[in-house]
């Protein structure tokens, strides 16, 4: 149990571009869903929290016009990377957990983004 | 402040033992979670701990002081596929999670 998918797990685009990451929760309902960034031999960096059904909650730092989050079901979240530059290029992960905060976090393979 | 401190990197050898710290000072505390995570791949999710003890899962241990601020991570008979990070996160007041820097584990045969 307890398996959550990322789409695409890699891409690749021109500077300028939008990109959209999909995170979803396949045998649980994902009530909270996280987004993570991690740069080569980094520790996890949250970037934002989001529940099902309200606004994403943004770590400080983090813009929230550029990284768009939506969590439109249980099952569902997305990033999307409006107008992606070079130093946006990353390795970016979800995690899911269940209705208790205490619940542990399950994550996503996580999505290999380029921007060229 | 919050902090997790855990070694940068640890060598052991095939189908030794090795013991991974972790000390953390944090604003409450609701849980220590550890993760593994190989090259170029999400974290997988290893152990819970939310009571002082040690925890037992297969090869993998895990141990709590909460008095202490401390908990290890205890892999035997160590095999080759468990060359990865080891995140050590600790849950606080508010339920997030606050996240170590990971030990990168090297086995040698």
């Known amino acids: 149990g307890a398996v959550v998918s990322q789409h695409p797990s890699r891409v690749i685009c021109k500077s300028g571009t939008s990109v959209k990451i999909e995170c979803r929760s396949l045998?649980?309902?994902?009530?909270?869903m996280f987004w993570y960034r991690q740069f080569p031999k980094k520790s996890l960096m949250l970037m934002a929290t989001?529940?099902?059904?309200?606004?994403?909650?943004?770590e400080q730092g983090v813009e929230k016009d550029k990284f768009l989050i939506n969590h439109a079901s249980l099952t569902l979240s997305t990033l999307t990377v409006t107008s992606a530059h070079p130093e946006d290029s990353s390795f970016y992960i979800c995690?899911?957990?269940?209705?208790?905060?205490?619940?542990?976090?399950?994550f996503g393979p996580g999505t290999r983004l380029l921007v060229l | 402040g919050q902090n997790i401190d855990q070694p940068t990197e640890m060598t052991a050898t095939e189908g030794a033992i090795v013991q991974i710290n972790c000390t953390y000072q944090?604003?409450?505390?609701?849980?220590l979670f550890w993760y593994q995570q190989h090259a170029g791949e999400a974290p997988t999710f290893l152990s819970y701990?939310?009571l002082d003890g040690l925890e037992e899962k297969g090869r993998f241990s895990s141990f709590l002081s909460r008095s202490k601020g401390y908990s290890y991570l205890l892999l035997k008979e160590l095999q080759m596929k468990d060359s990865a990070s080891y995140l050590c996160?600790?849950?606080?007041?508010?339920?997030?999670?606050?996240w170590g820097a990971g030990t990168k584990l090297i086995i040698k045969p």
């Open positions: 995690s899911a957990r269940g209705p208790s905060r205490q619940e542990t976090q399950y």
């Open positions: 045998d649980f309902q994902a009530t909270t």
């Open positions: 989001s529940n099902e059904g309200s606004k994403a909650t943004y």
């Open positions: 944090t604003s409450g505390f609701n849980g």
């Open positions: 701990n939310v």
């Open positions: 996160a600790v849950m606080d007041s508010n339920y997030q999670l606050i």
